[in-house]
Each structure stands twice: as C-alpha cells, then as structure tokens.
C-alpha cells in the first residue's frame, strides 16, 4: 500500500486518457524521483493553462479570451467554415496554408458506442452558425478525422445542413489522407492537397 499522498498522486495520473493503473504509477514514482523544480514546473504548467486558456465562444478552437486569434481576425471568411474534431486539428490545416476561413472544432466525434451523441457535440453550435443571417454560409468543409466515427459525424453533419440550409455547400476533403489515422498525424502536403481537392457530400 502507498502512502497516501503517493496514491493520490497515482489516482489522479490514472484519470488521464490512456494511463492505466501501472503506468500511473511508473510516472508516479518518476515525478518523486525528478527536482523538486522540474515536478512544479509540470504543476505551474498545468495551472496555467487551465486559467488562461478556455474555448472562443463561437467556433470553441482554444483561446486566451473570449475569442480565438481566428475568430478575431477579420480577413478570414466568415462565410466559409471548415469543420474539425478537436483544436489540435485546427493547427494542423493552419499549416497547410491552404484554408482562409473560420472554423469549428465540434470536440470530438459521433460514436454511439461510447456514449457520445450530437448533444455532446457543438452540433446545434454549427447549425446556428450555419443558419446565421448575419454571414449566411455559403460552403462547410467537412474535415473530421477519416475514421469511421469521424465518417459517421460527416454525414450525420452534412444531412442536418442539407435540411436546415439547402443552399450550403457541404464538402469534404478529398481521399489521399490515410484512412483509419487521425488528421493531426497527416503531413502538409497531403493534408494541403486533401483540401484543394475537396468534393461534394
Ligand atoms: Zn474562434
């Protein structure tokens, strides 16, 4: 048995996604043998990153106030909006140079299997942004992971848009991107061509 500030310690790891007891405990006992300096840097880390950063109240890509630095950038199109899983996704299209409108990170995929429906998505939070009269959009990129969940989210996505707004385009990038793996592990240049090629859904 630990003593408790340890188990704690190993309660709280294990919380993490993909860190099981064992592991949890592996990094335990390394963050008690590292300097007192490198374990309260990682804890100052932490600290700061839960108060200073949130979500932007409108597209829910991270952001150190209100709005994320896209949101608030002017020269992108309001009326093009580019659909992603999760904000790590938003740095990787980023890169590719090839996007120059706003997006929305809907903060995971549809997958009934393990609970998660389209109320636990920002779903209703596109629909309205879809249907807002202020930028009416003319065209939504669909660029959730080619997965089978993030497939599955893609035409649950593109039949509600084709409903509320038959005059949107809905798109999804083109095939080349390795089937079955996350965006975020794609390169640029497929990642770039991906999106130039672009079809209907
Ligand atoms: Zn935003």
Do not use: W
Not at 3 to 19: C, D, F, V, Y
Not at 112 to 141: C, F, M, N, Q, W
Not at 158 to 164: C, K, N, S, V
Request: proline letters at 6%; aromatic letters at 4%; a negative charge.
């Amino acid at each position: 048995m630990h003593a408790p500030p340890i188990q704690r310690l190993i309660t709280e790891l294990s919380k993490l996604p993909g860190i099981g007891t064992r592991t949890a405990q592996r990094l335990a006992f390394h963050l008690l043998r590292i300097s007192e300096q490198d374990a309260f840097a990682l804890a100052d880390a932490i600290r700061e990153v839960k108060l200073r950063v949130s979500f932007c109240e409108v597209c829910f890509n991270l952001a150190e106030g209100p709005l994320c630095r896209i949101c608030q950038d002017a020269r992108r199109d309001p009326e093009l909006i580019c659909v992603v899983e999760e904000p790590v996704d938003v740095i990787s299209i980023e890169r590719t140079h090839e996007f120059t409108g706003r997006y929305h990170v809907l903060g995971g995929a549809l997958s009934p299997i393990d609970g998660i429906d389209p109320e636990d998505l920002k779903i209703a939070e596109l629909y309205a942004r879809v249907t807002s009269a202020e930028h009416p959009v003319r065209e939504v990129v669909i660029a959730t992971n080619p997965t089978t969940t993030g497939e599955a989210t893609a035409l649950h996505l593109a039949a509600g848009i084709r409903e509320l707004s038959p005059e949107t385009n809905v798109t999804r990038l083109a095939s080349g991107l390795p089937v079955g793996s996350d965006l975020e592990y794609a390169d640029e240049l497929t990642l770039g061509r991906a999106f130039a090629g672009r079809r209907a859904l």
